[in-house]
């Protein structure tokens, strides 16, 4: 095997550009997602080093100090992060010319010609769902006999080989957590609404769910959920209690959409009862009573879910397929059995006014969820979205992030514009955490916990810093 580094390169300070996060992009609070692209084939290559570099503080220099004697380097990219990531792999080039640079991601893998083409430093990009290509790469197969591979040939004309199957296996794909706890450091990775230290990670890969501007179903994972076993999940997260012991809180089941299968998460959740850990998961704000009770008895602590928005069409016009009083059912039965929810809501969707803006903050303040996150809608390349917004003329000529990682609207519609998008993140987070009814909930977690009372209060201080950068950011312009 050649001696093989996974690299997700230092970047905008702040900036959670190589998780799998909803969007890369800088957020309100400090946070961190675990680097599940890269974890997964790092796992599957003896012998190999995981290297996540902006959780760990770690620079350009310390990269290069522990890239000096790799053979192989694949980093994970992102749209917003790629003109920096490029910058790395000039310096590891620099450094080693030897040295085989290639990338792997959503962006590079709907477009490897182009990316090699605009960036003549690196050798290859890894297609679509990766993990058996980055080990044929590090086992020195030859380049064009490895499926999902693009790449420059001796000449440095670039070719392309077949396309790979999805991995439909999961069985035998081994668990990440043991990389984890060898090469990245627990305690660096942050989640506002995760007990710390936490630890994310899938069960599987791919979401039925045809949701236009999801990113990583359109891009990578696909529309089946291909999944491991509840007996392998199990033994994974019996191997994890004896790896950790009781330095995680909470585990994070970070599949796309883990209730899905509703007698899998059950029978998943019996093993986590078993093993006496709490955990939460993504789910769908339609599931029923009776399978929510069952998982809150085994361990459940909280959801991930997204809202997405408060009008019943801009949810028809992105394919989300969920009602909105299917929502507010779904909420009281969470409420009744003691469930946290964490609501993820998306400003800019097609087609955003000024009006369906106000239902948004009206929704989420109803249905109350613990905590919430407001995104801006991000038409990523290889998204149903991304194709609308060309056909329609709706991008603006603003990237997405600005050059302090802070994400930026690169949409505008016919009666709202890119500065109002912006605008109404800031408008939305006040509105729903400045009431008695969401700052109260908070408070007494505060109260309970001396950890949460010392987070919270930094979490404050981060937040406000963040509204301000926003409102500077705006003001530039």
Known sequence: MKKT?????????????????RYQAKREITSFW????????????????????????????????????????????????????????????????AVAVGLIGAHVAVLPEQTLRDNPVIDFVC?????????DL?????????????????????????????????DAMPSV????????????????YLLHPYISFYTGRGCPAKCSFCLWPQTIGGHQYRTKSPEVV??????????????????????????????????????????????????????????????????????????????????????????????????????????????TFIIGLPIETRATIEETIRFACEISPHTIQVSIAAPYPGTELYQQAIANGWFSDQALVATSGIQTSTLHYPDLSSAEIEDAVEQMYRRFYFRPKAI?????????????????LREGGEFFSYLKERRNQAAVK
């Not at 190999?48 to 004697?69: E, F, M, N, R, Y």
């Not at 883990?258 to 993504?282: G, P, Q, V, Y």
């Not at 109260?440 to 919270?456: A, F, H, N, S, Y």
Request: proline share 5%; glycine share 6%.
């Open 5 to 21: 580094l996974f690299l997700s390169p230092p970047s905008f300070d702040g900036f959670d550009g190589g998780a799998g996060s």
């Open 34 to 97: 675990y680097p599940t692209w890269l974890a997964q084939p790092a796992a599957l290559v003896p012998g190999s080093k995981l290297v996540d570099a902006p959780p760990h503080g770690q620079t350009i220099d310390d990269v290069l100090k522990i890239a000096k004697d790799y053979e192989l380097v694949i980093m994970h990219t992102s749209t917003p992060s790629l003109a920096n990531d490029i910058k790395c792999a000039e310096a590891l080039k620099a450094q080693n010319p």
């Open 127 to 135: 297609r679509h769902e990766f993990d058996y290509t980055c080990k």
């Open 138 to 170: 590090a086992a020195g197969e030859p380049w064009d006999q490895i499926k999902g591979l693009s790449y420059r040939d001796h000449d440095r004309n670039i070719q392309h080989t077949p396309d790979r199957d999805l991995i439909h296996d999961w």
């Open 177 to 192: 957590l043991p990389t984890y706890a060898r090469d990245l450091d627990i305690t660096k990775y942050f989640i506002g």
């Open 234 to 343: 199990g033994r994974e997260l019996s191997e994890a209690k004896a790896i950790f012991g009781d330095r995680v809180r909470e585990y994070m089941f970070d599949d796309d959409t883990f209730t899905i299968d509703k007698h899998r998460a059950i029978a998943i959740s019996e093993h986590m009862k078993r093993l006496k850990l709490t955990w939460s998961c993504n789910a769908r704000a339609n599931l029923d009573y009776d399978t929510l009770k069952q998982l809150r008895d085994n361990g459940l602590r909280l959801l991930l879910v997204g809202f997405e928005s408060g009008n019943q069409q801009i949810l028809n016009n992105i394919n989300k397929g969920i009602k909105l009083e299917a929502a507010r059912q779904f909420m009281k039965h969470c409420r009744d059995l003691g469930i946290t929810v964490h609501g």
């Open 440 to 456: 109260v909930p908070i408070v007494r977690e505060m109260l309970g916990d001396r950890q949460i009372l010392m987070r919270r």
